[in-house]
């Protein structure tokens, strides 16, 4: 059995939310945009593919179902390649998990890591996000 497979997916929904400064109700509530929607999608990212959950369980942990789910792990792929928030949110996770690097993250200005507070939700929109839900 691998070390992952004791990992909740309640806990990854925790962490995912506390990388935005959400609770995890929110996340896996009607919530559409801000900060829970970008939880919602790191945390089925990490389900479905740093952790190899089926996306019936993933969908079950974030309060979706499982075509969304898929849909959503494209969408996180797509952010974790553009955004620098979704990456310090990712990473801060993955480190909760006691799955990343403990030095990981990169540093501001003034010599102390980068927190997700530092980056405005704005700065990672998604492309294809109509112009209302911005």
Known sequence: MEPHAFISNARVV??????FGAKAAEVTGPCRSGAPMKARLLAA????????RTVVRCGEAVGR???TVSY?????????AEC???????????RG???GRQSAGRQSAVGR????????IADCR????PEDMK
Not at 45 to 52: F, H, V
Not at 72 to 80: D, F, K, P, Q
Not at 113 to 120: E, G, I, N, Q, S
Not at 126 to 129: A, G, R, S, T, V
């Open 72 to 80: 959503e792990v494209r969408r996180a792929e797509t952010l974790l």
């Open 65 to 67: 179902d499982h075509s």
């Open 14 to 19: 925790k962490l995912a939310a506390r990388a």
């Open 84 to 94: 620098p928030q979704m990456q310090e949110a990712y990473a801060e996770t993955m």
């Open 113 to 120: 890591p980068f927190a997700t507070a530092d980056l405005p």
């Open 45 to 52: 990212r990490i389900l479905r593919t740093d952790l190899g």
């Open 97 to 99: 998990l006691g799955l």
């Open 126 to 129: 998604y492309p294809h996000q």
